[in-house]
């Protein structure tokens, strides 16, 4: 009898989830994927985020980029992670907007992923280069529609925020910005800071120092409501397309199937690194709000987001091969 049950516990021990039982998460290094290049707002915010997380949570928490594919190589590869709580993904809107346009996706962005925290929010700033000779958006408008698909704007990639605030930024215009995507922001900002694509809706984190110097000109935010950095400046919504609204959120994931102590564990260790003070005024340095909460906020989130972006999708018929 004691022999059957060494070998119940050691068969138990086996599955899935039960790496919990085997010692206090965590007992080893956690992985936060990260689907842009280093230098992007979710790589900013991950490794902020990683070192509050390591101090808390005593054990490393490191930052991974995989770049490509609007964040779906990133979000693909902790799908196909254990789900131990060991590797995480940082999703972002693109992951939404990938799950509301994208074609043949390997996976369901709402299904195969755990929710555990909304992390931050960044506000897109519509921004021109000086050459461009526009200095708001009425005027960036004007100039768009007298030279129609003659001025390309960057964006991150296709199915990033950045691209679809540019289609929107169309839609309502009635103009034909072109859109020219790149493999991230900091390749996007590249190429703007040297006029050869001398628009884009780009998140705050990596254009504002250009701004402060006056390489890049601020015509808008494409939030609801102005940014506390920026307070002087206007929202696209302000400037003559009421209603626009956009914005680059990051929430923490883990892959479907996470046990649900380890999901509460990092929600609740997320909230509180995100409410620390010293964290805080790095994400304020960078244009960048702090946010937390609940997996059943970030779900409910996930799920306003895709709405919102299938419906662009249907108005546009805006699409990603």
Partial sequence: MNKLIAIALCMLALLPGAASAQGAYPNRPVKIVVGFPPGSSADVTARILARKLSDSLGQQVLVENRPGAGSNIAAESVVRSPADGYTLLLGTVANTINASMAKNLSFNFATDLAP???VTSVPNILVAHPSLNVSTVPELIALAKSKPEQIPYAS???GTSPHLSGELFNLMAGVKLV?????GSSQAVTDLL????????????TVLAHIQNGSLKALAVTSAKRAAFLPALPTVSESGLTGFDTSVWCGLLAPAGTPREIIDKMAQASTQALAA?????QLAAQGIDPLGGTPAELARYISQETEKWSKLAQATGAKIE
Avoid at 277 to 281: G, I, L, R
């Fill in 277 to 281: 003070a010293d964290v805080k005024s």
């Fill in 179 to 183: 859109h020219v995507p790149y493999k």
């Fill in 194 to 205: 040297a006029g050869r694509t001398p628009v884009m809706f780009s998140p705050a984190s």
């Fill in 156 to 158: 991150s990639g296709n």
């Fill in 116 to 118: 555990i925290a909304l």
